[in-house]
């Protein structure tokens, strides 16, 4: 019988992490079957326990699950810990055990696959839900000039910020003025062809900046925006791919190659 995995969120049928996890098995010599399961809103625990009892031996989480998988968990990796979100669970260990590889991921696809280096510079993050909070540790790790995360509700925002020493929370509107580096939409905006009430960013975007968004497999109004600003852009289909990656690498021992499966991605 194959080690059993899946991606775990609502909706999840767009999902590209099975076939990246198949690929990455295929290149490791490893034997495993991921699925893609859609549970419902309201029972997020109760899904996962019906796939552990049906042998399942771990899974990644997606949205809108992230903070309650974190709550799920016995245990959680220090970086899990500090964004009080989990996206990758370690079911056969016991108590169920959580980490966070959004964060990691992100910073490797910047670093490694685009070429922005993020020590010194302005970085501002869209958002404060459980993808906001997975990638935000790893930021601030990343000694950025300056680290500011956005929100509708402010008050999410700057309980999000006062974590981590220097960051700033605000609303939208107080951003006026400002300018950054790299601008990371780490909303679900994009999903519904929606945009964040952004000032305008031909402003918002410095010179030779680059505009990230989360969401991936799909011209975002974000993007297309920044693209009007004359910005460089990408979509968060590095990002799945690395955070993947390095989900595989706790489950299996291996740290698959990203860069075919990345690669064979974006070519779709």
Known sequence: MHDRYAVIGNPVAHSKSPWI???FARACGQDLQYLSIEAPVD?????????????GIGANVTLPFKQEAFRYCAAASQRARAAQAVN???????APWGDNTDGVGLVRDLENNLGFALPGRRVLVMGAGGAAQGVVPSLHAQDPERLVV?????????????RFEGTIGCSYAELTGAAFDLVINATSAGLAGELPPLPPLQTLLAPGALAYDMVYGRDTPFLALAR???????DGAGMLVEQAAESFSIWR???????????ALRRG
């Open 21 to 23: 996890h198949a690929e």
């Open 43 to 55: 029972a997020f625990g109760a899904t996962v326990e019906a796939f552990r009892a049906a042998g």
């Open 88 to 94: 990758t669970l370690v079911l056969d260990r016991g």
């Open 150 to 162: 956005a929100n509708r509700t402010p008050d999410k925002a700057r309980t999000l910020a006062a």
């Open 228 to 234: 009007g600003a004359g910005v460089r852009t990408s």
């Open 253 to 263: 021992g291996v740290r698959p190659d990203t860069q075919a499966v990345l690669a």
